[in-house]
């Protein structure tokens, strides 16, 4: 290892158990700054609840959870984020009967401080609404700013979840599924946009497109039943027999 | 009979217009940079004054003149129209159902009420300890009961305001309890305008106090906290993923309400002078959810249509059938459910979109 700094994030001995059964068992992750990593395994491996545990959305049974080597076990969600972390949600969670700029500016004004001003107008900060705006043209959503995002197309709005996400500007982004329920002919954009990101974010990515995960990934970890398997590069795991019959080979049978 | 007739209507209204023209800037404003797009300029004008916002003002002042009969009850209608705002906040806008608003509006009716009761005759400071009483309320039992949700907070609402009212109840000795609270003595308003058997003074002090509150309110609702409430109302989870407090914005919103629902309380008390258990009642709760129903929820102007509504139609209906004239409300109230979901703002919205004007 050259890195002998701390990790973007890191997990210790992370374990969630629903009564008997362990969702999350001893998983010890390392992702590195400027990471682009992805975590695959089968369906209800455990890949989103590791998510939501990192996030803290729920609280682990036991272990430890590191943002830049400081420990935010405790940390109640909305600290983690103000500490730099973000996430996109596998099924789109948005402000579905707000505009799409206004979903940006909520995430823009939590970023600068300005979320619990109760007295100036929204709409006299120009510094939120221009960033958010700027965002927008980032990841070409420009054209659409004015619309409900319950009026997009369901890819267009797997943009507006990463777009709320990256306003955050945040050092680490777990992006769950970017491209779950987008049609292929569609999904190049996804692909282009997380291409894209700024390299000092670091990236953990959900993915079951396998053509994504190797494209995008420059280190898997594979996770099976609440355990890691194994990690590597992607020709690692290509290779590896325990993930070709646990993973790509249940896939092949499908 | 009156020495000193109060005639504050003009100089309001002069002094609504000197109020609001610095306070909101009226009209289109600078138009869109060069580069930016519409959905740009459409954030940034949200906040300034539509016409259409002047018109609660112009009827509730013309109604002064045109209706001096009913001016008493126009009082009643002007704080209830408060009362109804004030949910607004927390259930249009936060998206936190309550059974038990009337807690609230109860605590700054009894506070009001035994201020003026005990010797503290001064109205205006009254109303102050009345809002700030019932702020205190809604802060303390926020921080519990808004630490759950749905099903379970909608009952804890109701348990607040039900104790309330037990305790009201049962401490008669200084509420006097199911025989209400009387012996009230309300100086005049300034020092100037006493309170008249006609109303004239309770009309002008409820107006000018429901346009302060309405500027409050008007101003949170476009503050980006108020826009955080209505990101709370349409996805939680993704307000925690953004790094914001939830729980700390919904405990905020809820005293605020409170407070203003104290301060309609207040207003109760003072112009009535007579406070009784009704005044943290659960019909008083269930009446203030069916004004917004019937007004349009979580659009600010649902309470300036839907408590006049619910008040005037109750009255005739109570005059035309006197036993049976809930159910004529009742009836009203399924139909808007069934028929015109969002209530009249939200079915005068859709007309105005079929005809092509601008919301």
């Given amino acids: 290892m050259t890195d002998v700094g701390a990790a973007a994030l890191e997990t210790r001995g992370l374990c969630k158990n629903y009564g008997a059964l362990a969702v999350a068992n001893d998983i010890n992750f390392r992702l590195e700054r400027g990471a682009r990593h992805a975590l695959i395994g089968p369906n209800g491996a455990g890949k989103t609840t590791f998510l939501d545990l990192v996030t803290g959305r729920f609280p682990p049974t036991a272990g430890r959870i590191l943002l830049g080597g400081a420990d935010v076990t405790a940390l109640a969600q909305a600290q983690r984020v103000k500490r730099g972390l973000a996430r996109t949600f596998q099924i789109n969670t948005l402000f579905r009967g707000l505009s799409v700029l206004e979903n940006v500016c909520m995430a823009t004004s939590e970023r600068l401080g300005r979320a619990g001003d109760l007295f100036r107008p929204a709409g006299s900060r120009r510094d939120v609404i221009d960033r958010a705006y700027a965002a927008l043209e980032r990841l070409g959503l420009a054209d659409d700013a004015a619309r409900l995002v319950r009026e997009l197309p369901y890819g267009r709005q797997r943009l507006v979840e990463i777009a709320v996400a990256l306003s955050l500007e945040p050092d680490v982004l777990l992006l769950d599924e970017p491209a779950a329920g987008v049609p292929s002919t569609e999904s190049g954009i996804i692909i282009e946009v997380i291409e894209s990101l700024p390299p000092e974010i670091a990236v953990l990515i959900i993915e079951h497109d396998m053509d994504l995960v190797f494209r995008l990934a420059r280190r898997l970890t594979v996770l099976v039943q609440g355990r890691i398997l194994v990690e590597g590069t992607p020709p690692e795991i290509a290779a590896n027999a325990a993930v070709r019959e646990v993973y790509l080979g249940e896939r092949a049978s499908t | ?359």
């Fill in chain 2, 1 to 359: 009979m009156e020495h000193n007739p109060p005639r504050p209507a003009m100089p309001v209204a002069n002094a609504l217009r000197e109020l609001l023209w610095p306070a909101l800037r009226v009209g289109s404003g600078p138009g869109p940079a060069p580069g930016t797009s519409s959905a740009v300029d459409a954030l940034r004008r949200g906040h300034h004054l539509r016409p259409l916002e002047m018109l609660p003002w112009l009827v509730a002042a013309a109604a002064y003149f045109l209706f001096p009969d009913y001016l008493a009850l126009g009082a009643q209608i002007l704080l209830a129209v408060l009362f109804a705002l004030s949910f607004d906040l927390i259930l249009g806008y936060a998206g936190i159902v309550s059974l038990g608003h009337a807690a609230f509006f109860g605590v700054g009716a009894y506070a009001a009420g035994l201020l003026a009761a005990n010797g503290w005759s001064e109205p205006l400071s009254g109303l102050v300890i009345a809002g700030i009483a019932a702020g205190l309320v809604g802060l303390l039992s926020g921080a519990v009961i808004l630490r759950t949700r749905g099903l379970t907070l909608l009952m804890l609402t109701l348990m607040i305001a039900a104790l309330l009212q037990e305790t009201a109840n049962k401490a008669g000795a200084i509420t006097g309890g199911a025989d209400g609270l009387q012996g009230m003595h309300v100086a005049p308003l300034l020092g100037l305008f006493r309170f008249d058997v006609f109303g004239r003074t309770a009309y002008v002090y409820c107006l000018a106090v429901l346009f302060l509150g309405w500027l409050a309110a008007r101003r949170i609702v476009q503050s980006p906290f108020g826009r955080g409430l209505i990101g709370i109302r349409e996805n939680e989870d993704r307000m925690r993923a953004i790094g914001s407090p939830v729980f700390r914005r919904r405990l905020v919103i809820y005293g605020i309400s409170a407070a203003l629902a104290g301060i309609a309380g207040g207003l109760m008390a003072q112009t009535t002078q007579f406070v009784a258990l009704d005044a943290l009642g659960f019909e008083r709760s269930g009446v203030v959810l069916i004004m917004l129903i019937l007004g349009g929820v979580g659009r600010l102007y649902g309470a300036f249509i839907g408590a006049p509504l619910y008040m005037i139609l109750q009255d005739g209906f109570a005059q035309q059938d006197p036993v049976y004239w809930y159910f004529w409300i009742g009836l009203l109230l399924v139909l808007v459910v069934v028929f015109a979901r969002g209530g009249v703002l939200g079915l005068g919205q859709r007309l105005a979109r079929r005809l092509g004007w601008p919301s």
